[in-house]
């Protein structure tokens, strides 16, 4: 899941006095909206309301079945829930939520050799328009992403198990009339094959693949349950349901979402029918915060409860007795740069890029950008040291890395020496890119600063190789803006994070190398051996077996150079001193907010 600011970026100190006041007026104004969002409901003194300050923009979406960022996943995690969730801070165990009982085959639950799944539901599960929950709302919750079936989305991770050939299906179409086009999408008669309601509390997943992760992936986002009775009183399955659920929801978690204002904040009130019992905060506000300094005073004079705060700005933190700080526990988390194969010129966006759309099938190319970046430096001037630098896809401490696996070191003649090596014919003379130079937009999320530092670095690991001819800009975009031009395929090159759906390197090679892939999509890349591989390695029941899989796999992508790793770093955490009851887990999509008290 892409991370719009999944690590705290780093900010340089030295402000002149203009922008001190710069950021009391800034502060002052974001205050006030939250003063006006405690107003709407009665006030501070009556309510325990939580404030986050963030640097977040807006989500991509607030439906499961589209949104695949962590923007958009802290509310979906705090306003749905999944059939299981993980029981505190561990990434392995899981704890039944809206079932009884976690499938096992100990329990009878797991059965035909992996390949059948059985849920039984709580009974008495309320949803916030006042409906029970039962099976045909678990039913109704699949079916409606894998009708929808988006290339961008999460759907993937559920239908490539569930559904035979999955991969041959498209996308959802609408007709003329916004009714879904029946011929395209996942057919209803498939999904009926696969989901089966036993009866009003019992849900049996017939799987295609006997995985056995299959439980973790649908404690992701995708698989939360959703009211049938609302989306159905709201569009159903058509362009106007879906378009609905852009920015509505209706699930059973300890929230429902009371207002999302765009580009400013969302304000989550507690579900007072939630099965568990009522929530111990009245509200949670997330605010969009985009300078760092705001965030410091807000979280320093206790008007925001947890902000984003840079690494880099911790010793002001360290003499405050009223703020805590955790940090220096492993992530999952993994930043990226990703190499477009098929550039869609955009003279809008993109004014300065001057190479052909297939510039980076060149491997010589790749290596040589992947060779110009710094992450040695950026991991020790961004993140005070704290991470390292992966060599591939699969984190460290995860199933399948391999250490053995090399990492891209920064060098300046090598950089030279690939550009050199990637020749093309220009006006019937072969020539290299070293000696012709090139020129490139390269853009980061306003606000994330860590990026915006990674990208400059890049710059100047490139523009090196030949000062006169090479130039590189450095964009800043609005993350909603951010992830259009990374779906449209205008960015050359894209500086993203990835937060895992669940832990498994299936969900670090199938979206990154896989040819229907999210990122493989993206950046165009194809290799069917790979795919074959990463197919094997998703099957395979065998744990060593599959772990020599993984290291064959990071090897070829290692020599392939499609991405380029910069960064696995730990997690920093700021909040007051009074508040109770974070945990931090590295599946989490943010916080979860419901054991959460202040």
């Given amino acids: 899941m892409e991370g719009s600011a999944d690590k705290p970026p780093a900010e340089a100190g030295g402000k002149s006095k203009m922008m001190i006041i710069a950021v009391v007026v800034v502060a002052i104004l974001v205050v006030a909206a939250i003063g006006a969002a405690l107003l709407m409901s009665g006030g501070e003194d009556e309510e325990k309301v939580l404030v986050v300050a963030t640097i977040d923009g807006n989500p991509e979406s607030l439906d499961p079945a589209v949104d695949y960022e962590t923007v958009g996943g802290e509310i979906i995690q705090n306003v749905y829930e999944t059939l299981m969730f993980y029981d505190g801070a561990s990434a392995a165990t899981l704890k039944p ?234 992530t999952f988390n993994i930043d990226f740069i990703g190499l477009n194969q098929n550039i869609k010129q955009n003279a809008t966006e993109a004014p300065n890029t001057n190479v052909p759309a297939d510039f980076f099938t060149d491997r010589n190319v790749r290596l040589a950008f992947a060779h110009a970046m710094n992450a040695s430096l950026l991991i020790e001037t961004q993140f005070n040291g704290a991470g390292i630098q992966p060599n591939g896809a699969i984190p460290k401490g995860l199933f399948g890395y391999d250490e053995d696996i090399p990492v891209y070191t920064h060098d300046l003649d090598l950089v030279k020496s690939y550009l050199e090596n990637a020749t093309f014919v220009k006006d019937n003379v072969t020539t290299n890119w070293l000696d012709e130079g ?89 290799n069917h051996t790979v795919d074959a591989l990463i197919e094997e390695a998703a099957a395979e029941l065998d744990p060593e077996e599959r772990a020599t899989l993984y290291s064959e796999l990071s090897m070829i992508l290692y020599e392939e150079c499609v991405h380029i790793w910069t960064v696995q770093a730990t997690n920093f955490h700021v909040e007051r001193v009074t508040l109770e009851g974070y945990t931090f887990n590295p599946m989490y999509s943010g916080m979860y907010y419901y054991p959460m008290d202040k």
């Fill in 97 to 330: 939520m809206l079932c009884t009982a976690v499938p096992t085959v100990a329990n009878g639950l797991i059965t035909d050799d992996g390949y059948t799944y059985t849920y039984n539901l709580r009974e008495g599960v309320m949803f916030h328009d006042g409906n029970e929950m039962t099976s045909e709302d678990v039913f109704y919750s699949f079916a409606r992403a894998l009708r929808l079936n988006d290339p961008h989305g999460p759907v993937w991770m559920v239908g490539e198990l569930l559904i035979p050939d999955y991969y041959d299906y498209d996308a959802g179409e609408y007709l003329a009339s916004g009714e879904m086009d029946p011929a395209t999408g996942v057919p209803m008669d498939a999904i009926y094959e696969h989901i089966w309601m036993k009866d009003d509390y019992t849900v049996q997943f017939n799987l295609t693949v006997a995985f056995p992760g299959w439980n973790y992936v649908i404690t992701f986002g995708v698989g939360s349950i959703i009211s049938k009775a609302f989306v159905e009183a709201n569009g159903g399955m058509t362009e106007d349901g879906y378009t609905y659920m852009f920015n509505h929801m209706c699930g059973t978690g300890a929230f429902y979402l009371e207002e999302f204002v765009s580009d400013t904040r969302f304000v989550m009130t507690k579900h007072e029918d939630y099965w568990q019992g009522e929530a111990n905060l009245d509200k949670v506000i997330i605010m969009q915060v985009p300078d760092p300094n705001t965030r410091l005073l807000m979280i320093k004079s206790g008007e925001a409860d947890v902000a984003s705060i840079p690494r880099t700005l911790r010793a002001t933190l360290d003499t405050d007795a009223n703020i805590r700080i955790i940090e220096g526990l492993p």
């Fill in 438 to 526: 090139f020129g490139l937009d390269i853009f980061y999320n306003t606000g994330n600063t860590v990026r915006q530092t990674a990208c400059e670095m890049f710059k100047d690991g490139l523009e090196a190789a030949n000062p006169d001819k090479i130039s590189i800009t450095v964009k800043g975009v609005e993350w909603a803006t951010y992830l259009e031009l990374r779906k449209g395929g205008a960015m050359p090159v894209l500086f993203l994070g990835w937060a895992p759906d669940y832990a498994d390197p299936n969900n670090y090679m199938q979206p990154f190398y896989h040819s229907a892939g999210t990122y493989a999509a993206t950046t165009s890349y194809v």
